[in-house]
């Protein structure tokens, strides 16, 4: 399950045709995922995908949005490339303020991670205060400012706002790892191709000792396992720069040579706190949007009807006056049937599609373990075929309102050989609740009594 399933779905859901019957039938024939809505949606979408018209608007969103991201993503890692070459910029004269690099890979992923994390709590709920800082409400901006070319349907979708959140969510974390990307690109290469003297400078009265053990509170996560990535309190001595004058102090020119052992711990801190930290939150962002599109493939237009239609049973009801009307015409044929029974050991459809069978028989409270389509569409072998699996008590549904052909009264001879007795059950549409009319029943009647077989008998 994923966007392009959830905007699948949401295509076919905008141009389905199908009836009740005939998704009661889809439910009937799908029972390993009944009381799954979830996966009977994802079943029932795999099966009419067909229907879908290409260009699909799945493929036309993701591609579209693969390309906007692609973009930012490109433009992310450039301004962090730049931003790092700009902060390690060194012209001989005076040191490289490691404080300033400090911010950009610390204290800024700090500060948007927990602002990323605020929007994740109020992702399921975008109050009508807020709607202009909702990511939702600049997706759906940008989707409307897409060229002229896209397809119509791409500029008028209605993405679920909890389902936009987190697309925008997922996706700017993204664009954030290749910032912080070409930070720590613009780190290592300018590490490795200029002789870079760190060191560190501020207005604030901070003492040696207090800045390394601030300093190595920002390092516990691997202070244990690589201590030489831990700026010691003589390197922070040393190091420590007064803009006052305009010469370096002697004593930070003698130690010229281990100033630059400063890039080890910033590229320690980038590597946590801007890439591994991010890449956990873009997982936990990744985990957010496919709960979103599992609870937005139920808030679809149409969902709730299709899975209600699924799995509801399409009852048939008969009223007590109309059983007394149809009794009338017992003298038209002797073998009538008042009631079905429980179970029997086939039920077969005259013209009628084994998925409608199973609706039918749910629908008249029959069981049986096996459903086949005889007459209409199938060929005499078929036929024969399913004549010659038959035995016992079988039920055979017939359309009401189509009279019977004397291909029907030739099955029905050829099946009382194989079988102990035939219930012919003339029904009604769905509409009518399966209910047949009494002129429609005597039309059977008078053809049933030119066979006039003992095995053969009319459910009325």
């Avoid at 994923?2 to 905008?14: H, T």
């Avoid at 189509?402 to 029905?412: A, G, N, V, Y």
């Avoid at 079988?419 to 059950?425: A, F, L, R």
Wanted: aromatic share 12%; glycine share 4%.
């Amino acid at each position: 399950m994923n966007l392009r399933s959830y905007l699948d779905l949401y295509s076919l859901l905008q141009e389905d045709t199908s009836t009740p019957e005939e998704r009661r039938a889809f439910g009937l024939s799908h029972v390993t995922v009944k009381d799954k809505p979830i996966e009977q949606l994802l079943a029932w979408m795999e099966e009419h995908r067909y229907q879908l018209k290409k260009p699909l608007l799945s493929e036309a969103f993701s591609s579209t949005l693969y390309s906007v991201s692609l973009t930012l993503v490109a433009i992310a890692f450039v301004l962090g490339l730049l931003s790092g070459i700009g902060l390690l910029s060194y012209n001989g004269h005076e040191p490289v303020n490691v404080i300033y690099f400090m911010s950009m890979v610390i204290f800024v992923p700090l500060f948007t991670m927990t602002l990323t994390l605020f929007s994740m709590l109020r992702a399921n709920s975008v109050q009508s205060l807020l709607v202009h800082i909702s990511p939702a409400f600049w997706m759906e901006r940008l989707l409307q400012l897409l060229p002229h070319k896209t397809q119509e349907d791409l500029k008028n979708l209605k993405v679920n706002p909890l389902l936009a959140n987190w697309i925008v969510i997922k996706r700017s974390q993204v664009i954030a790892l290749a910032f912080s990307f070409g930070l720590l690109c613009a780190l290592l290469g300018m590490v490795a191709t200029k002789d870079i003297a760190f060191a560190w400078s501020t207005t604030l009265h901070v003492t040696p000792e207090g800045f390394h053990s601030f300093l190595s509170t920002l390092a516990f996560p691997w202070r244990d396992f690589f201590p030489w990535a831990v700026p010691s309190v003589e390197l922070i001595e040393q190091s420590q720069y007064f803009r006052l004058g305009d010469k370096l102090s002697e004593e930070m020119v003698s130690n010229a040579s281990k100033l630059g052992e400063w890039w080890k711990f910033l590229a320690f801190a980038t590597l946590f706190y801007a890439i591994i930290l991010r890449f956990l939150l873009y997982l936990l962002s990744s985990v957010g949007l496919k709960r979103a599109i599992r609870r937005s493939f139920l808030s679809l237009e149409g969902a709730k009807k299709l899975l209600s239609d699924m799995n509801e049973p399409i009852i048939s009801t008969h009223a007590k006056q109309n059983e007394a009307v149809f009794r009338q015409t017992e003298s038209l044929y002797s073998n009538v049937a008042d009631s079905l029974d429980a179970s029997y050991d086939l039920v077969l459809g005259w013209a009628i599609p084994k998925e409608q069978l199973t609706v039918i028989s749910e629908s008249m409270k029959v069981i049986a373990p096996r459903h086949y389509e005889v007459g209409g569409a199938n060929t005499l072998e078929e036929d024969n075929e399913v004549i010659h699996l038959s035995h016992g008590e079988i039920l055979l549904f017939v359309k009401a309102w189509e009279p019977p052909t004397m291909d029907f009264i030739d099955f029905l001879e050829a099946l009382t050989k194989y079988v102990d007795k035939i219930v012919v059950y003339p029904v009604g549409t769905m509409q009518e609740q399966y209910r047949p009319r009494e002129k429609e029943i005597d039309v059977w009647a008078r053809k049933l009594s030119t066979l006039n077989h003992k095995k053969v008998w009319l459910k009325r």
